[in-house]
């Protein structure tokens, strides 16, 4: 027991033990990636199983996921992008749907005749 170094042994523990948190919070952040969910210090905590202080008090992983999120929030969302899109193609719908009315007030209007030639041929039989 005499080759025994608390000193070495809590080093090699703690060393052990930064590896196991960086792990786990490796592997929360790609599933929240995959899972398309927001990354922030609630998100990763509870997907990793770590409280936010070992988050914020490990200068490494507050680093990675303030980055991370601030990079999710320069990327628009998919409801702001449908949103930009509604707003391009606004004038385009409009005009589509003008289109579709004036074909239905037509065939509409032709029907219409059609109706007052078949009431008159019938008119006449009687």
Known sequence: MS???????LKALHKKRKAITQEKVD????R????????NFNSVAN???????TLY???DIRERIETLRHQQSQVPTPSQVKREM??????AIIASLKRKIKRLEEENKELREKV????ADIYKQI
Do not use: H, M, V, W
């Not at 509604?86 to 004038?91: I, R």
């Open 27 to 30: 592997k929360a952040i790609q």
């Open 57 to 59: 008090n490990n200068k």
């Open 32 to 39: 929240l990636i995959k899972a398309q969910k927001p990354i």
């Open 47 to 53: 997907e990793s199983g770590l409280t936010k202080a």
């Open 116 to 119: 007052k030639i078949n009431y």
């Open 3 to 9: 080759n025994f170094n608390r000193n070495e042994q």
């Open 86 to 91: 509604d707003e391009n193609n606004k004038d």
